[in-house]
T-cell receptor, first 110, second 115 residues
Framework: GQQLNQSPQSMFIQEGEDVSMNCTSS?????WLWYKQDPGEGPVLLIA?????ELTSNGRLTAQFGITRKDSFLNISASIPSDVGIYFC??????????FGKGTRLHILP | DGGITQSPKYLFRKEGQNVTLSCEQN?????MYWYRQDPGQGLRLIYY???????QKGDIAEGYSVSREKKESFPLTVTSAQKNPTAFYLC??????????????FGEGSRLTVL
């Protein structure tokens, strides 16, 4: 079946550093979604991408829909303590099917 | 406020007992979903429903059952046939039709621990 390979699995960074994570697949997606999950909570949508090549920002977050439609990346600039959590990419293959990556756990060192 | 409400947030059960997790939404969304989350495994789809009185199996439906008698409600039953039921369960919904964007809105989750 279709799979999303999300990397890295975890990151340890200093506050103020920039962060980059990505998702790749052998399948083509129509939509890419990036979610953040705080401990013990449900994921919250950060950015949605609908067109190949699309670059979208949401505050300090920037995400791109890869031109091949098989990948996407998320960048976070100038990280702050509240950025800690698990970031998931998700891709929509057809109207009723969305699959998720395994997540990138972001840790910020004091 | 519009949103998705899952209950209970924490649930402990003995092995062999069936458990039902509640999911209610007031977003007027047609589609609802149940995901299971295990550490390091991401989110895996259990069941989903596009309309009332219809639902489809996801990737890991064995040992689970659902119903969709009302648009607002999509309860999940974890049966005794589920071999490893301890997990964090997430319910989600999305709009459909012309306003559908593919975005899922999640509840806060229910953590089930089987003793």
């Amino acid at each position: 079946g279709q799979q999303l390979n999300q990397s890295p699995q975890s990151m340890f960074i200093q506050e103020g550093e920039d962060v980059s994570m990505n998702c790749t697949s052998s399948s083509i997606f129509n939509t890419w979604l990036w979610y953040k999950q705080d401990p013990g909570e449900g994921p919250v949508l950060l950015i949605a991408l609908y067109k190949a090549g699309e670059l979208t920002s949401n505050g300090r977050l920037t995400a791109q829909f890869g031109i091949t439609r098989k990948d996407s990346f998320l960048n976070i600039s100038a990280s702050i303590p509240s950025d800690v959590g698990i970031y998931f990419c998700a891709g929509r293959i057809r109207d009723d099917k969305i699959i998720f990556g395994k997540g990138t756990r972001l840790h910020i060192l004091p | 406020d519009g949103g998705i409400t899952q209950s209970p947030k924490y649930l402990f059960r003995k092995e062999g007992q069936n458990v039902t997790l509640s999911c209610e939404q007031n977003l007027n969304h047609d589609a609802m979903y149940w995901y299971r989350q295990d550490p390091g495994q991401g989110l895996r789809l259990i069941y989903y429903s596009q309309i009332v009185n219809d639902f489809q199996k996801g990737d890991i439906a064995e040992g689970y059952s659902v119903s969709r008698e009302k648009k607002e409600s999509f309860p999940l039953t974890v049966t005794s046939a589920q071999k490893n039921p301890t997990a964090f369960y997430l319910c989600a919904s999305s709009a459909s039709g012309r306003i559908w964007t593919g975005e899922l809105f999640f509840g806060e989750g229910s953590r089930l621990t089987v003793l």
